[in-house]
């Protein structure tokens, strides 16, 4: 089957700097992208352009297989968008706004009022209709510019930063939305926040100064984010030979009275072995971490990996 | 279609803002009170005209220099409406919506363009009201009150233009309304340095001038001269305004 959305080497530069370089990627019907990079990376210029907001200064985009460039009114309608700032006018009521929003995407006149009910519902917004968005909290503006996304039911909503400045229950909220909305619909989601990558998208991208750097499934994602190391808090901590000892430990961190830090081999983890020769030695384990490396960390790892190996080596090789 | 809906909203947003409300109010009142001396004036001079032969009547007296004034009057207004057309879209980050929806550039602009005269329309209207209420105690000429009504729709139309580019080029509603001023009243007073209009450089500068094929619709002289005048103003103000857009897309 045909992908929903291509890109083909998109390039984009801005004066001398270059923005995004001979980025390629495809997102197949039914499934959640995660587009993940630090803030300056190219996330929303990439997303600029795939709406249209932004011209290409090299590349392709294909809609549905249509070109955006080619008949771009027939392939944005096919398309969401929620930019970083919701596109919200503040005088309005959210009623207004979704009814405006439904006639710009050229949704027949009869069914408008349906479209818009069921926008609303779908982003609990219901009970807020004939609200003045000016008035309404962050969270509900956001939502606003989601059910706004997804008043035309396209085949691909985009959405980037969905979740900035929102407090953790508003979070949480907009990240079931967005699962829900993974059930109909496409989805790109753009983000810096990796957990919120890990609960809701199927596959993740990253981005880095420009360049995708790392394409692959959540799974493949978790897998490279697994660190070699453990913390351990022991009551009665054991020397250091005998931790050695055990098959798979590579070196023991001090980092209190009670408190180790052990790295492993990632071929041998040694936690089952840990806690059986606690239990024998009376130890008194008490926790048992395995340390994920955080995004910063795989982040680094990723991008020093495919661009500067022999750099990343060296250092590795001073550090040690 | 799509036109329609921009410039619907248009024209809701105005008034959902207090700001036409205001603007309304006070062009009303300031009008108001021009026509009411303007009938003063014509209640003295009245018996003099009696007596005379081929005296102009209530239309030239009363009903020309109203317009006159009211054109000078929404040099000063209209910018203060177009100023946020665009400029404010693009301060709200509220323009990728619209980029976003399946709309042409051409709809964007020539939406507001719409919306933005049918307000003024609204205000031409209630100023045509006016001299209408003469009918009470005497006669109009039809044909110089319309062919006055139509130059200050086509004004208005130009002012409307050049304002909607103004706000264009900028995401501060004040610098688009200084600028679209600025620029109406520079092309306003381009005659004055023309002459008598017949020395060859006075004469295009003064033909260029927004007010010399006004004057000639206010005495009731439909020139398709001064028409195409205007159309092509606006056609061209408008052009400039979607180019600009487009723009935003390749370089911003």
């Known amino acids: 089957m045909e992908s929903l959305l291509k890109v083909e080497q998109l390039s984009r530069t801005f004066g001398d700097v270059q923005a995004v370089s001979n980025v390629s990627f495809s997102v197949e019907r039914g499934e959640i992208l995660g587009f993940l990079g630090p803030n300056g990376a190219g996330k929303s210029t990439t997303m600029n352009m795939l709406t249209g907001n932004l011209a290409l200064s090299a590349g392709r985009i294909l809609v549905g297989g249509i070109d955006l460039l080619d008949q771009p009114c027939e392939a944005k309608a096919l398309i969401g968008y929620l930019p970083e700032q919701p596109p919200v006018y503040r005088e309005l009521t959210v009623d207004e706004y979704l009814d405006y929003c439904a006639r710009l995407n050229r949704i027949e006149r009869s069914r408008i009022r349906a479209a818009v009910a069921v926008a609303k519902e779908r982003c609990g917004l219901t009970e807020v209709g004939r609200r003045l968005i000016g008035n309404l909290s962050k969270g509900y503006q956001q939502r606003v510019g989601i059910a706004q996304a997804i008043i035309h039911v396209p085949a691909l909503v985009i959405l980037d930063e969905p979740t900035v400045g929102l407090d953790p229950i508003q979070i949480r909220e907009i990240r079931s939305l967005i699962r829900a909305l993974g059930q109909e619909h496409s989805v790109i989601l753009s983000t810096h926040i990796l957990p919120e990558v890990q609960t809701i998208c199927d596959r993740v991208q990253i981005i880095d100064k420009g360049e995708l750097v790392y394409s692959d499934t959540i799974a493949g994602l978790d897998r490279r984010m697994q660190s070699s190391s453990l913390l351990l808090a022991l009551q009665h901590p054991p020397s250091e030979q005998e931790l050695l000892a055990i098959g798979g430990v590579l070196s023991v961190d001090t980092i209190g009275e009670e408190r180790l830090r052990i790295h492993f081999d990632p071929q041998h983890n040694p936690a089952q072995q840990l806690v059986d020769s606690s239990a024998a030695g009376n130890w008194g384990m008490y926790e048992l971490i395995p340390e994920r490396m955080s995004l910063e960390e795989v982040f680094v790892d990723i991008t020093c990996s495919e661009h500067e190996p022999d750099t990343a080596k060296a250092a590795a090789l001073v550090s040690s | ?252």
């Open chain 2, 1 to 252: 279609m799509m036109i329609w809906t921009i410039a619907r909203r248009e024209l809701r947003s105005l008034f959902l803002s207090p700001l036409a409300w205001t603007i309304l109010a006070v062009v009303q009142a300031i009008l108001a009170y021009m026509f009411f001396s303007q009938i003063e004036f014509y209640m003295q001079i009245q018996p003099r005209l009696a007596g005379m032969q081929g005296a102009p009547g209530i239309t030239e007296l009363i009903v020309a220099p109203m317009f006159g004034n009211a054109a000078i009057i929404l040099l000063l207004i209209v910018p203060l409406i177009t100023m946020r057309l665009i400029s404010d879209e693009r301060r709200n980050q509220t323009l990728s919506l619209l980029f976003a929806a399946p709309l042409s550039m051409t709809d964007i602009i020539v939406g507001k363009f719409i919306g933005a005269v049918a307000f003024l329309l609204l205000m031409l209207l209630l100023i045509i009201m006016m001299p209408l209420s003469l009918l009470a105690g005497g006669t109009l000429d039809f044909g110089v009150l319309s062919s006055s009504s139509l130059g200050l729709l086509l004004l208005l139309s130009s002012f409307t233009a050049l304002g909607l580019y103004m706000s264009s080029l900028t995401a501060q509603p004040t610098v688009a309304a200084v600028g679209s001023f600025g620029a109406l009243l520079l092309l306003w007073i381009l005659d004055w340095g023309g002459g008598d209009g017949t020395a060859s450089s006075g004469g295009v500068m003064a033909y260029l001038s927004l007010v010399r094929h006004y004057e000639s619709l206010l005495k009731g002289v439909f020139n398709s001269a001064d028409i195409i005048y205007y159309l092509l103003f606006i056609l061209t103000f408008l052009i400039l305004a979607i180019r600009r857009l487009d723009a935003d897309r390749l370089q911003s």
